[in-house]
């Protein structure tokens, strides 16, 4: 399905800066790849040399650029990107049509609550029983929908997702393939024989509304009571959730992060790749974790923090400063104490 560039700046709420209304596109792409027929975006300033080369058929740009290439139609947004997804969506709404439906090789227990004609059900997805799916939830091939499970409206859970048993998703919730929600926390106990023993996981997990969570992502029931993702939060690939963690609204947490039991994180926090937060520990809102940073101890909102022990950023730069130059100062004190017992300082 094509589009005019008026449509397209009806779609992006952008202004038609070069080009004809009629012209039309009927795909999108990179800048460096597009064709007369797509549409690309410039979002960050590094590939303003693929900008001035494309051949695309129209760039969504950002106001105030200093130079343009000849013969393209430019369509000025105040966030490219943002605005470039609109048309992503609208491309792939119309090339994969959603048609629900049971697949018949899906398993479905009669006591489970579901439309048959608002919801699809993929090829060998199995549905417990008395687990109950939103109208407009897509469930993809082989995924595990548990015993008392509710999956919410408009959900999308691509291959082998598996919700365990009572766990909850709310509406508009997007799961990667792999991904686990309501495994088992990780408790385990020294028993008077010398062997550890699991303790029982008894609790959910509950997942708000507009949630993404990534490939082979895992969130842990809780030990009693709640593991909860707040409204709008987006999970990365490959990142664990532990027992009873409770994360905000609109978090951030990025690849093979770890999150360990009865943590609490506030609103608005970002947590980035590979960050390790131990066990119960408060996060204030709009904290900002920087990448490997190992949190051992409370950290107040509204500071960016790095390190490990993760500490505030401009002390954590210095403490880091520091260690760097640890050779050179090993060096100097071993020269002064050289110097010290009347000996030649060394020259190495």
């Known amino acids: 399905m094509k589009l005019t560039l008026a449509a397209v700046q009806e779609l992006t709420g952008g202004k038609l800066l070069i080009g004809t209304p009629e012209s039309e596109i009927s795909g999108v792409s990179t800048l460096s790849e597009a064709g ?3 549409a690309a975006f410039l979002g960050n300033e590094k590939y303003f040399h693929d900008f001035l080369a494309t051949r695309a058929g129209v760039v969504l740009v950002p106001p105030g650029l200093p130079q343009y290439p000849e013969g393209i139609a430019l369509i000025e947004v105040a966030n490219p990107s943002l605005a470039f997804n609109a048309l992503v969506k609208h491309f792939m709404s119309v090339s994969t049509a959603w048609i629900p439906g ?7 227990d009669p006591s489970a609550k579901l439309d048959a004609s608002a919801v699809r059900i993929g090829a060998g997805a199995v549905i417990e ?9 897509d469930i993809g091939p082989g995924c595990v929908i548990g015993a008392s499970a509710v999956v919410g409206e408009c959900c999308k859970l691509h ?3 598996v919700v365990r048993e009572r766990c909850r998703l709310g509406s508009h919730v997007v799961v990667q393939p792999g991904a686990v929600i309501g495994s088992d926390g990780f408790g ?4 008077a024989n010398g062997c550890y023993e699991g303790i029982d996981q008894v609790g959910i997990v509950e997942i708000g509304d507009h949630v993404d969570i990534g490939a082979n992502t895992t969130i842990d029931r809780a030990r009693f009571g709640r593991t909860v993702i707040g409204e709008g939060t987006k999970i990365d690939n490959l990142v664990q959730i532990g027992h009873n963690v409770a994360i905000g609204r609109h978090c951030i947490l990025v690849a093979q992060s770890g999150v360990a039991g009865s943590t609490q994180i506030g609103d608005y926090v970002t947590v980035a790749a590979q960050v390790g937060i131990a066990g119960h520990l408060k996060v204030g809102d709009k904290a900002t974790i920087a990448a490997q940073a190992g ?26 400063a520091c260690i760097r130059r640890l050779p050179e100062l090993v060096k100097d004190v071993r020269d002064l104490k050289k110097a010290a017992e009347g000996q030649n300082p060394s020259k190495s």
């Open 188 to 191: 385990f106990l020294m028993g």
């Open 102 to 108: 049971i697949h018949p090789s899906a398993v479905v």
């Open 129 to 137: 029983a008395g687990a109950c799916i939103g109208s407009g939830s």
């Open 36 to 38: 007369s027929d797509d």
């Open 159 to 161: 291959a082998r997702v």
């Open 295 to 320: 949190v051992i101890t409370h950290l107040e909102g509204g500071k960016v923090y790095w390190g490990t022990p993760a500490s505030e950023f401009m002390q954590a730069k210095k403490q880091y």
